[in-house]
Nanobody, 122 residues
Framework: QVQLVESGGGLVQAGASLRLSCAASGRTFSSGAMGWFRQAPGKEREFVAAITWSVGTTFYADSVKGRFTISRDNAKNTVYLQMNRLKPEDTAIYYC???????????????WGQGTQVTVSS
């Protein structure tokens, strides 16, 4: 059974940085992709970034491009989301998810973590 556990969320001021982690377990992650999504109160879940396990291909939402960086540590089965220059509009619950391919569509992801809250104050 695949399990994904996020950590690293918190309350920060605008302009600060946070690094989220997603530890994956339950199988060997040498293929497929991992994605980060977020959901703000009253809004739909939206794609943030994704990365492939094998060659590290990445893709970002326009809203975070240049501020957020997704990376992975294959030895630790862990994916990271480095978030810099945070804005109040980045406030949301952040989820990591696993899929067979790199998708932007949340419906394509098979496994989800429980989420971690990120709050950015102005």
């Amino acid at each position: 059974q695949v399990q994904l556990v996020e950590s690293g969320g918190g309350l920060v001021q605008a302009g600060a940085s946070l690094r989220l982690s997603c530890a994956a377990s339950g199988r060997t992650f040498s293929s497929g992709a991992m994605g980060w999504f977020r959901q703000a109160p009253g809004k739909e879940r939206e794609f943030v970034a994704a990365i492939t396990w094998s060659v590290g291909t990445t893709f970002y939402a326009d809203s975070v491009k240049g501020r957020f960086t997704i990376s992975r540590d294959n030895a630790k089965n862990t994916v990271y989301l480095q978030m810099n220059r945070l804005k109040p509009e980045d406030t949301a619950i952040y989820y990591c998810a696993a899929a067979r391919l790199l998708w932007m569509d949340a419906a394509r992801y098979d496994y989800w973590g429980q989420g971690t809250q990120v709050t950015v104050s102005s």
